[in-house]
């Protein structure tokens, strides 16, 4: 999905594009949400390479009622990176409090985050994963899950 052809926009529409939540239907926000929580890759995986730092530049505005570029369609890949976990849970309440919240028409997060997911409806998020990443569940699920695969001879964690 990450060839020089792709817009941030492909990549937004293809991992959330199914989201069909109608906020005037049930009102949590006042703007269009979407929600895409990654499963199993970390943030420095190459998939989101020239994405990490979308959306870092309004959070301090957001959270501190600052004048900013805080328009149109918001974008967030990861945001709980630049944020304290109090951060993360008063993020989209600041949002909602922003002086220019009325000319927001949307916010896309990309997160990993239970403290931002907590904010949103179920019909307001997907789980994104791949499947080339079931090579990653042995490290996600621990040491018992990793233990499960290995192999008698090498058996031990270190």
Known sequence: MNNPTTSIGDIFEHWLGDIKYDPKKRGLYPFMARVGVVKYRPPRHEAFEYLLNLGSGMIEDILYHKPGNIEGSLTFVFPERFMSIHEQRSFMWALCRHPQVDQVTGVDIITSSPMLVG????????????????????????????????????????
């Open 119 to 158: 904010d949103f409806y179920a019909e307001m998020i997907r789980i994104i994963e791949w499947d080339e990443d079931k090579e990653l569940i042995p490290f996600v699920n621990g040491p018992d899950a990793a233990m499960n695969q290995a192999t008698k001879d090498d058996a031990e964690l270190c």
